[in-house]
């Protein structure tokens, strides 16, 4: 018997949702990646994001929600666990199913040491048994516990990086492998207008000393020619001493910095009390994970513009 027209208009509306299902299921542990990966994988699919909007990356508490997305999915991309030291405890804990990929381990990464931004020394805030030898551009990136992890501030990374997604999501999805190439290639293409527009705005500044809230920002400076004074907050685990902020509120004086900048989802009092009757200028809160941008694919050249100028904003008043 033939199959009437119903039963062949049904059988052909169900060949989309077929090809969809194809795709990988993906989740991404902080926004910047999330972004990376929706641009790859473009209308094919969206990745999950776990950290949550306005959350703090180094500290956050998985939903049992998010735990079975992490247990479900086909492939994990994240900056590793010197980032989000929480879910390499989830993804230990869930045994999941799927590939798990730490971004700040691939090879050509160009990872950097805290004590590179910031001339005060962090060693009382980590293991001294460590090994704390500087990381370079080796064939395979070199993590340790001085190893700071906020990489995507480099977009020489994220154009590795996408790259790298791609072959991963291809791996998975040979299919689909030439739409997450093209994909990718587009992408780089975006980030590289936007670098040399950023560099173009960073420029009349770069000399310009100024304070953050936390060392977060070296990869930013260092390839962008920024000056980066000191942190209030020396590494991701510490909270600023009273010590420490006199002597940096005297060395704010004495090396006329000219701004200091609150963070996203800290609170900025212990900046306005750095600044409280000094001629150093406070900025605006600046945002390194993006969390209080709308997640998506637009978000990690969102982030970018956005550090930029709230920070040429500041700088050049000075």
């Not at 009437?4 to 059988?11: C, E, F, I, K, N």
């Not at 395979?140 to 700071?148: L, R, Y």
């Not at 977060?216 to 390839?223: E, I, S």
Request: with cysteine; proline share 8%.
């Amino acid at each position: 018997m033939r199959p009437t027209l119903p039963v062949l208009v049904s059988a052909l509306a169900a060949l989309p949702a077929l090809a969809q299902a194809e795709v990988p299921s993906v989740v991404t542990d902080v926004p910047p990646v999330q972004s990376l990966v929706a641009q790859v994988m473009g209308d094919l699919g969206k990745p999950e994001v776990l950290l949550g909007q306005n959350s703090d990356p180094h500290h956050y508490q998985l939903r049992p929600s998010q735990a079975r997305d992490l247990q479900d999915a086909d492939l994990v991309f994240w900056i590793g666990p010197r980032l989000t030291p929480w879910l390499e405890r989830a993804l230990d804990g869930v045994g999941g199913k799927g590939q798990s990929i730490e971004l700040l381990q691939a090879p050509g990464t160009n990872v950097r040491s805290f004590s590179a931004q910031d001339p005060h020394d962090h060693s009382a805030d980590l293991d001294e048994d460590e090994d704390h030898a500087e990381a370079g551009h080796d064939d395979h990136a070199e993590v340790d516990q001085m190893t700071d992890p906020h990489a995507w501030l480099d977009p020489d990374n994220a154009k590795l990086w996408l790259g790298l997604i791609a072959d991963d999501l291809s791996k998975a999805d040979p299919e689909h492998a030439d739409t997450y190439a093209a994909n990718a290639e587009a992408a780089q293409a975006r980030i590289e207008t936007l670098d040399a527009k950023l560099k173009a705005e960073f420029a009349p500044v770069a000399d310009k000393p100024f304070l953050v809230y936390h060392a977060a920002y070296g990869y930013l400076a260092d390839h962008y020619g920024l000056t980066i004074m000191g942190a209030l907050a020396p590494s991701d685990a510490s909270t600023p001493g009273a010590a420490h902020l006199v002597s940096l509120r005297d060395e704010a004086s004495a090396k006329d910095a000219v701004c200091a900048f609150p963070e996203a989802n800290h609170d900025p009092k212990m900046v306005e009390i750095l600044v409280d009757g000094t001629p150093v200028t406070l900025g605006k809160p600046l945002d390194p994970s993006g969390t209080a941008l709308t997640y998506g694919p637009g978000l990690y050249n969102d982030l970018m513009q956005g550090m930029a100028d709230t920070i040429t904003a500041c700088l050049s008043q000075g």
